[in-house]
């Protein structure tokens, strides 16, 4: 049997309506790819996500920060309660094997550098920018959500 992929959709808890209607369709490209959606569990991009995914019969895992699963979105399949705070994001990463960063805060900014630093691909859809003159973009800018799933499928 083959090995599901699973992509990480990171984003900020209070999005904006654009971020929001991205993440949607993230999730529901990845439910219909046939990848498991993974992401921080709770509002957001994360919500609109796991419910998109959920919507087109896909299977979404959020790692929460908390202690009660029952903090989750309820569209998710799985809910980890960490306990971690927001040192859950490296469980996020980790668990990832390719990150779709949608807009995004510090949360997503660390989310970003948890992957990168693990060696892990980062598709960024309006999210930051941390190109360095000696180093240049480390992550691959997509512009449509299907460009960004297509790209971080390619990237596994």
């Not at 668990?95 to 779709?100: H, K, M, P, R, S």
Request: negative net charge.
């Amino acid at each position: 049997m083959t090995r599901k992929p699973y992509v990480a959709v990171v984003g900020a808890a209070r999005a904006t309506s654009e971020e929001l209607a991205l993440a949607s369709a993230v999730g529901r490209l990845i439910a219909e790819a046939g990848a498991v959606l993974v992401c921080g569990g709770l509002g957001g991009v994360m919500d609109a996500a796991a419910a998109a995914s959920e919507e087109a019969g896909g299977l979404s895992i959020g790692i929460l920060p908390g202690e009660d699963r029952l903090t989750a979105s309820r569209h998710l399949t799985v809910a980890v309660a960490t306990g971690m705070g927001e040192a859950r994001n490296a469980i996020v990463a980790r668990t990832a094997d390719v990150l779709i960063a949608v807009g995004g805060e510090y949360g997503t900014l660390s989310e970003i550098a948890f992957a990168l630093k693990m060696g892990k691909p980062v598709v960024g859809l309006s999210t930051w920018d941390l190109a360095r003159e000696s180093l240049g973009d480390p992550i691959v800018r997509a512009e449509t959500p299907v460009e960004a799933v297509t790209k971080a499928l390619g990237l596994i």
